[in-house]
């Protein structure tokens, strides 16, 4: 059974602490700034708050939690009047290829193919709306396959790729998106949004709003422009989206009037804060209220939710609410960025209205809005930056709530700590505002703060580890997806073995993606990247044309726009050519000067380039044959690094460049072919170990799909 508590009576601060946050007499210092909020005033309506699932596989270790840890990382997330308690989610819809943070596997690999059990998008958006029916649904795409438009995503493909997504939503899972866009950050086409909006009202979905174009750059909205003089462009497109509007690249008056004029709402469709600790969560509150005060964003959406990914990956850490890097042992660990959410989240609901003239900048430092539901209302103020306190005098006029409203509050120490409640005299409210401070008030009641008392103590990816893929007896129940493993292009999925006997690993993608970041070769990695001296070994059969291989001592996988590794890896084609090849990445020219043999070796093939590889160890075993099992194995013992083939050492190098990391399965490519290799029985284990039984499975481990 789940323990839970909460902290909403648990005052517990020190009475330092306390007078920082007590209110002021009615009548205020000469200096306070003077607000009014006046109910009759009228606003524009509140479309939420919220993050994004996707970006690449984002959650792709979440699906391996054990319960109760899986239902109390979502209970944090998306409960409402729990923990960040968030309006809004924004998906991927996933596409095969790298978006970030690895790929996660389409619906329709090919034009025939159409499959609504992969992955587990489906089931996040499933888990969440459980958790809060009120919230809303939206996203887009990033990669595609390949055969969307013959590699042009602009195409009616794309169009009727979308539709068959919204169908397997709405008929399979019996849910529905409350907008959707056209790509993400990958430019505009206006012929597209008006094919877009002809295929989806043809199939059902009319009252689909469609939010366009959602790109990064400063000239990212001058599509408006084009809109006031394209009647057909102008009735595509109901919601101008952009992204990264806070700090870097505003909207411009011009544009904010368009919309206006049009009758165009604005939304932020993806904003960045990557910072730490409170800083994080006093920034998000400033991007939050800079949004609708300097931008007009009615919504506003930030990447990304829940990190159920390893911590090599690149954004582990900073952006996200909850780290869950650790299914094998349950552990997973609440960063303070998601009280900076539930500052909004706990005191709002989307169809509340941002209230005219409460919503602005304070005087010494930070700013504040007003949102509010009949005579309901909560006011969010933020003052990062500011270097003195600052009163604030506050009129509550008619058509609003004279009750008393309850105080949370954030700074570097605390963090959603419950305070008095703010009395009312006279329909007015005087408090005195600390630098570097989050305040949420509010007429509503049933705030906070949620947390578990369970949570598991951190433990190493177990070791040695073994999968056959037996236990697999419904793959689809899985999203086809096994334990630990995540995809960083391509799509590693469950499938009968070839030779009939159970079940094995395919990589299944046979052409290049069109990826929303620049790919590399498709592959997978799984494990510690700590460890040093191992060997991982799996089963490989190759197909005519395909090329299988191990990965190790992966230590970094690209930047996020990019995902060249650093680490090795051993490969052996269908006419048994193998080779051990180490792959640097982004070079680190600085790292290179500890190594003075690869040094001289990369400097001698002049091979400097972002992403260079350099082959090791290479040989041809002339009767090896395809369509049938081979075992290769990838040996690290100190700087000795050994490939095997069929338990026959066939090629042997030496590098110290990269000591330690995790391991991997990676496949061939020729041009825009991939191969499709199937892969079984996955050790990792000490160098010169017995191998293992088959790792268990945690019997708490819940299916995703019936």
């Known amino acids: 059974m789940m323990k839970h508590f909460s902290f909403s009576a648990q005052l517990g601060i020190s009475l330092f602490t306390l007078a920082m946050f007590a209110t002021c007499a009615p009548k205020p210092d000469p200096s306070a700034q003077q607000i009014t909020l006046d109910g009759e005033a009228g606003g524009v309506v509140f479309d939420g708050l919220g993050l994004v699932n996707g970006g690449g596989a984002t959650s792709v270790l979440l699906k391996d939690y054990p319960e109760p840890q899986r239902s109390q990382i979502l209970d944090m997330v998306y409960k409402p009047m729990f923990g960040a308690s968030v309006s809004a989610l924004f998906v991927e819809i ?5 978006s970030t943070q690895g790929s996660m596997p389409s619906h329709m690999h090919t034009r025939d193919d159409l499959n609504y059990s992969r992955g587990y998008t489906w089931w996040i958006m499933q888990e969440a709306q459980k958790r809060n029916p009120e919230l809303t649904l939206d996203g887009t795409a990033w990669s595609a396959p390949a055969w969307i438009g013959n590699g042009n995503f602009w195409s009616q493909d794309a169009a009727d790729y979308y539709v068959k997504w919204l169908e397997g939503l709405r008929d399979v899972y019996g849910l529905k998106f409350s907008a959707i866009g056209c790509r993400n950050e990958k430019g505009d086409s206006y012929e597209f949004v008006k094919m877009l909006r002809k295929t989806l009202d043809a199939n059902g979905f009319e009252d689909l709003p469609i939010h366009a174009f959602d790109n990064w750059y400063a000239e990212k909205l001058n599509f408006v422009f084009d809109m ?57 509150i400033e991007c939050f209220n800079l949004n609708y005060i300097k931008n007009n964003a009615t919504k506003i959406v930030n990447w990304y939710d829940i990190a159920g990914i390893y911590p090599l990956e690149p954004y582990s850490e900073d952006p996200p609410t909850v780290l869950a890097y650790e299914p094998w042992s349950g552990h997973y660990k609440v960063r303070q960025a998601l009280w900076g959410y539930a500052h909004y989240g706990q005191f709002c609901k989307v169809g509340w ?94 705030q906070q703060k949620g947390a578990f008392a369970d949570i598991p103590a951190s433990k190493p990816f177990p070791m040695p ?35 009939g006997n ?49 990965m190790g001592r992966i230590e970094h996988v690209g930047w996020g726009y990019g995902i060249i590794p650093k680490g090795y890896y051993m490969d052996i084609d269908d006419q048994g050519n193998c080779q051990i090849v180490i792959s640097r990445g982004k070079v680190d020219k600085k790292k290179l000067v500890g190594d003075a043999e690869q040094q001289a070796l990369i400097k001698r093939l002049n091979d400097m380039s972002e992403g260079g590889e350099l082959i090791l160890a290479k040989t041809r075993i002339k009767d090896f044959s395809p369509e049938a099992w081979h075992k290769l194995t990838l040996r690290f013992s100190g700087e000795d690094i050994i490939g095997m083939v069929d338990g026959v050492e066939r090629l042997k190098a030496k590098s110290g460049l990269y000591p330690k990391g995790m391991a991997g399965l990676i496949v061939g490519q020729e041009g825009q072919k991939v191969s499709t290799p199937y892969f079984d029985d996955i050790i990792i284990k000490p160098v010169g170990a017995e191998d293992p039984s088959p790792t268990p499975v945690n019997e708490n481990v819940r299916p995703l799909y019936p």
Request: proline share 4%; glycine share 10%.
């Open 94 to 98: 996933p596409g095969d290829g790298n």
């Open 228 to 284: 006031e003089k394209d009647e057909e462009l102008r009735n595509a497109i109901d919601i101008i989206g952009g992204h990264v509007f806070y700090e870097e690249r505003p909207v411009s008056e011009e544009q904010k009037a368009l919309a206006a004029k049009m009758g165009k709402r604005i939304w932020d469709t993806e904003d960045h804060v990557y910072k730490k600790g409170f800083d994080c969560l006093i920034s998000l």
């Open 502 to 550: 159970g079940m094995a690993l395919q990589q299944v993608v046979d052409l290049r993606t069109n990826s929303w970041a620049p790919d590399w070769r498709h592959y997978s990695i799984i494990g510690d990247r700590e460890w040093t001296d191992y060997e991982v070994s799996a089963n490989v059969w190759l197909k005519k044309g395909d090329t299988a291989g191990l």
């Open 465 to 499: 580890y073994r999968d056959n893929f037996d236990q697999y007896t419904k793959p689809e129940q899985r999203g086809y997806l096994p334990f630990y493993t995540a995809d960083i292009c391509g799509a590693f999925e469950i499938a009968p073995s070839p030779d």
């Open 353 to 446: 209205e941002y209230l005219n003239g409460g919503c602005l900048a304070l005087q010494k430092g930070g700013n504040l809005v007003t949102l509010r539901s009949g005579k309901d209302y909560s006011v969010i103020i933020q003052t990062k930056g500011a270097t003195e306190p600052q009163q604030i005098y506050v009129k509550v006029g008619g058509g609003l709530s004279r009750k008393d409203l309850c105080l949370w509050v954030s700074n570097e120490q605390e963090q959603f700590v419950q305070q008095a409640d703010v009395e009312l005299q006279g329909g007015v409210f005087c408090m005195t505002l600390e630098p570097n401070h989050v305040y949420s008030l509010s007429t509503t009641r049933g």
